[in-house]
């Protein structure tokens, strides 16, 4: 693609998403390719991916077994319906990923997305108890500062207040959130998590002697936030979750939209802190986004207590036109066996100290108050510019892309999370070009 097609190019019919859709057509930067660990410009440069695309493309970019998987299941069979009828890689494709999950979690229920992932969860939950006969359990507990996707559920329980404040007014009834755990005065420059914060959890005692756990269906949280910019649960803090959760008979979620397939050096945020809820959403990384896809791992004793809640029909009024659908699946089989084959967690665990040298190595940076990291994620958090927060953030992102560094900011946070295909190298490049930008930002 050339200048010239920039130019000419109408962008005035594509509203695009998160995006300040005047800012950038304005000025907009546009890809072209993308391969391995390298996007391509319209203009020709190369951009390293210092962010997995949107955390998502988790093998790098333009995978061989993922593109052939592709074309031999488009050639073979482009779609089949889910509901009544089934296909064969809908059932090869859920149990690969059980395989990945922890013990119990074995039951896949196949969305499109994060944010549907998230809203079936929530519906599983609220269905589990009426199935038990407690269908007064319907409160949802979610988590200040949480990201959730964009359904009304994932809104609801989402704690970043720009995604809710529109629709404040229509969002679900009967949800609370704890607080979230980060406190820059006790575990600034978390190297892994932070040593300060278990009593956070301490909070949903709280919230259900106001509510009586009676009325409480479920507890959702992200093992890392990754959206409102890497916040790191306090050591202990998980697994006091899970101790109250199962006191009271609450399901807890663990939205694994990011921390799956390899992100922290392990299949999933839940392997790696050794806490195991009763569901896990999944998306992005579980098809390398080769083509939207989601999952929800349920623990097989919430399956079996829906399913015998009825006797004969459907037993659970929930699904998408694109379940499973066939070029997903055929994706989802092809990306965990380059997982699998390639050894990708375990090379993602062996490059989280270099990777942790080298952000830390910003500390005393201009501008930066903070660095935090887990595995290959990290988050550098920018003192916010006076009167214009988010904006040297901005900037810096713009900057690094010029320089051909790919670099996410949510406030004035960067955050970094590249393919796990990653070198030593290119992890340094993208560290130093961060530097090197901040020294020419105001």
Known sequence: MSTD????????????????????KAHPRMLAAAKDMYYTSAEGHQILDGTSGLWCVNAGHGRQPIIEALHRQATNMDYAPSFQIGHEDSFRAATAVAELMPQGLDRIFFTNSGSESVDTALKIAVAYHRARGEGQRTRLIGRERGYHGVGFGGISVGGISPNRKTFSGVMLPGVDHLPHTHDLEHNAWSRGQPAWGEHFADALESIIALHDASTIAAVIVEPVAGSTGVLLPPKGYLEK????TQKYGILLIFDEVITGYGRLGAATGSEFFGVTPDLITMAKGISNAAVPAGAVAVRRSVYDAILDASATGIEFFHGYTYSAHPMATA??????????????FERAHSLSRPFEDAAHALKGTRHVIDIRNLGLVAGIELSPRPGAPGARAAEVFAKCFDKGVLV?????ILAISPPLIITEKQIAQIFSTIAGVLGTVD
Request: glycine share 6%.
């Open 331 to 344: 994706a989802i089989l092809a990306t965990l066996g380059i997982y699998r084959d390639e050894g990708l």
């Open 241 to 244: 979750l899970r101790a109250i």
């Open 408 to 412: 996410r900011y949510t406030g004035d």
């Open 5 to 24: 097609t920039i130019t000419t190019t109408d962008l005035s019919n594509l509203w695009m998403p998160f995006t300040a859709n005047r800012q950038f």
